[in-house]
C-alpha cells in the first residue's frame, strides 16, 4: 500500500499559494488553505468561520531505490494503517520549524494585503479574521516544541545484505542564526547516506586506500560521516581518517554527541570520527590536497555558498580524489533557485586550475527523485554531482 497526502496534510510550502498570488487568489482557495491551516496547526480551537476539510488520499507509485527505516514526514512502514499514518504524518509537519515560519510568513502577507484583495468588504474581514486566529495557534506551538530534541533512528540497506543503523540526535533550531540549521537532519544527507551505502562501488568506496582521509563539509549532525564509519570497515577500509566539518560551534557540538551515541567510548575509546571548525572561505593550509573524498549534502543557501565551496574543495581534494555534492532542489521558498547557483559557480572560467593546468569541474550530474516520506515540503528533488580535477 502507498498513499500521498492531501489537504490539511500537506506542508504549507507545497500547498498554499504563492505568496506573489494572494492578491489575485479567489475567495475558495484563499478559505481552502485557511480551513487547512486550520487543522493543521489549531484543530481543537475551531474558529466560527472554518469548518473541518475533508481528507483526500490519492494513490502513487512507491519509491524503488532502498528507503532508511526514518522518516522525514511519513511512515516507512507500507503496512501501517492510513489514519495512524495521517496522524503521524500531521504530528510531524505540525512541529517543522520550516514550515511553521513558511505558514507564518504566508499567513502574515495576507493579513497585510487584504484591502488590496478585490473582494467584498465583509469577506476581507473574515479572512484576516481567520488568519489572525491562526497566528495565536504558533505561540502555544512554539512554547511547546522550542525546547523539544528529537531522536532519530535510521537503517540503510546495504549492497552486502546488511543495514547501517545510526541514531542521531537533532535539536531544535535556535531561531536567531540561520547557519544552526545543521542541528538538524535534512533529506539530502538521507538520501545520499542510503545511497552510499546500496551502492559503494558507484561512489569509489572500494577503492579507497585502507588509510583514506575523508571529510565531510557541512556535516550537520554528521549522519553522512557516521554512515560511512559504519560502512567501510565492512568494504576492507578499516583506518580511514574521517572528519566532519562545519562552521557553527552548537552544531559541531551536537555531532559530537551524535559520533558518541554511535561510537561509545566503552567500546571505542578513539571514535572512527572526529569533528573539526571550518571557514570555506579560509581553508586551512594544513589540509590542502590532503582528501580522497569529499562529501557534502543540502549546504547551500545563498549564491556565495557555490563559489566559497567550490574553492574549499578545490583547495582540500588530493589530485585522484573525489568531491560528491548532493544538492537540494526547491522550487517554492526562500530558497527556490538556489541549487542552480551550483553549475553557475562551475563555469570554466570561473574553475580553479592546478599548477598541471587541469580543471576543478563538474564531471557527472544526476537528478534523484524525491523520495516518499523524507525532506520536507519545499523539497522537490536533488542533484548529485561527481567533481574533480580533469
Known amino acids: 500500500m502507498s498513499v500521498s497526502l492531501a489537504g490539511p496534510c500537506l506542508p504549507p510550502s507545497s500547498s498554499l499559494q504563492p505568496i506573489r498570488n494572494?492578491?489575485?487568489?479567489?475567495?475558495?482557495?484563499?478559505?481552502?488553505?485557511?480551513?487547512?491551516?486550520?487543522?493543521?496547526?489549531?484543530?481543537?480551537?475551531?474558529?466560527?468561520?472554518?469548518?473541518?476539510?475533508?481528507?483526500?488520499?490519492?494513490?502513487?507509485?512507491?519509491?524503488?531505490?532502498?528507503?532508511?527505516?526514518?522518516?522525514?514526514?511519513?511512515?516507512?512502514?507500507?503496512?501501517?494503517?492510513?489514519?495512524?499514518l495521517l496522524k503521524e504524518v500531521t504530528a510531524t509537519i505540525r512541529t517543522d520549524p520550516f514550515e511553521r515560519a513558511f505558514a507564518t510568513k504566508w499567513l502574515t502577507t495576507l493579513i497585510g494585503r487584504a484591502e488590496e484583495m478585490d473582494l467584498d468588504e465583509s469577506v476581507r474581514e473574515r479572512i484576516?479574521?481567520?488568519?489572525?486566529?491562526?497566528?495565536?495557534?504558533?505561540?502555544?506551538?512554539?512554547?511547546?516544541?522550542?525546547e523539544t530534541a528529537l531522536a532519530r533512528a535510521f537503517s540503510f540497506p546495504t549492497s552486502s545484505g546488511h543495514s547501517i543503523n545510526i541514531?542521531?540526535?537533532d535539536e531544535p533550531l535556535t531561531g536567531t542564526d540561520h547557519?544552526?540549521?545543521?542541528?538538524?537532519?535534512?533529506?539530502?544527507?538521507?538520501?545520499?547516506?542510503?545511497?552510499?551505502?546500496?551502492?559503494?562501488?558507484?561512489?569509489?568506496?572500494?577503492?579507497?586506500?585502507?588509510?583514506?582521509?575523508?571529510?565531510?563539509?557541512?556535516?550537520?549532525?554528521?549522519l553522512v560521516s557516521l554512515t560511512l564509519a559504519k560502512l567501510l570497515p565492512g568494504l576492507g577500509i578499516a583506518n580511514a581518517n574521517i572528519t566532519a566539518t562545519d562552521y557553527h560551534s552548537a552544531v559541531l557540538q551536537n555531532?559530537?554527541?551524535?559520533?558518541?551515541?554511535?561510537?561509545?567510548s566503552?567500546?571505542?575509546?578513539?571514535?572512527?570520527?572526529?569533528?573539526?571548525?571550518?571557514?570555506?572561505?579560509?581553508?586551512?593550509?594544513?589540509?590542502?590536497?590532503?582528501?580522497?573524498?569529499?562529501?557534502?549534502?543540502?549546504?547551500?543557501?545563498?549564491?556565495?555558498?557555490?563559489?566559497?565551496?567550490?574553492?574549499?574543495a578545490a583547495d582540500l581534494l588530493a589530485p585522484r580524489g573525489t568531491f560528491w555534492l548532493m544538492v537540494t532542489?526547491?522550487?517554492?521558498?526562500?530558497?527556490?533557485?538556489?541549487?542552480?547557483?551550483?553549475?553557475?559557480?562551475?563555469?570554466?572560467?570561473?574553475?580553479?586550475?592546478d599548477q598541471g593546468g587541469r580543471m576543478f569541474k563538474i564531471l557527472e550530474t544526476e537528478f534523484v527523485e524525491k523520495r516518499r516520506g523524507i525532506g520536507r515540503g519545499?523539497?522537490?528533488?536533488?542533484?548529485?554531482?561527481?567533481?574533480?580535477?580533469?
Open 167 to 169: 541514531t542521531l540526535n
Open 22 to 84: 494572494i492578491v489575485t487568489s479567489s475567495e475558495e482557495s484563499i478559505t481552502t488553505a485557511l480551513r487547512n491551516l486550520q487543522t493543521l496547526y489549531c484543530p481543537l480551537r475551531l474558529p466560527t468561520a472554518i469548518s473541518n476539510p475533508i481528507v483526500r488520499r490519492k494513490h502513487i507509485p512507491a519509491a524503488s531505490t532502498p528507503i532508511p527505516v526514518d522518516s522525514g514526514y511519513a511512515s516507512h512502514d507500507e503496512d501501517e494503517d492510513d489514519d495512524a
Open 329 to 353: 532542489v526547491r522550487k517554492t521558498g526562500k530558497f527556490e533557485g538556489i541549487s542552480d547557483t551550483v553549475e553557475a559557480a562551475f563555469v570554466s572560467e570561473q574553475c580553479p586550475r
Open 266 to 312: 566503552a567500546s571505542y575509546p578513539t571514535p572512527p570520527v572526529d569533528t573539526a571548525i571550518l571557514d570555506w572561505s579560509q581553508s586551512p593550509a594544513c589540509l590542502r590536497s590532503t582528501s580522497d573524498l569529499l562529501v557534502a549534502s543540502d549546504v547551500v543557501y545563498a549564491p556565495e555558498h557555490a563559489a566559497w565551496l567550490r574553492d574549499c
Open 378 to 390: 519545499d523539497e522537490s528533488g536533488y542533484k548529485l554531482y561527481k567533481i574533480g580535477w580533469a
Open 179 to 222: 547557519t544552526d540549521v545543521g542541528l538538524q537532519s535534512w533529506g539530502a544527507s538521507i538520501v545520499l547516506s542510503s545511497m552510499l551505502c546500496a551502492k559503494p562501488e558507484r561512489f569509489g568506496l572500494v577503492h579507497l586506500p585502507e588509510t583514506a582521509t575523508l571529510i565531510e563539509l557541512g556535516a550537520g549532525t554528521g
Open 128 to 146: 484576516v479574521d481567520d488568519a489572525a486566529f491562526i497566528l495565536t495557534s504558533f505561540s502555544d506551538l512554539s512554547n511547546e516544541n522550542e
Open 255 to 264: 555531532c559530537r554527541v551524535n559520533i558518541k551515541t554511535n561510537f561509545p
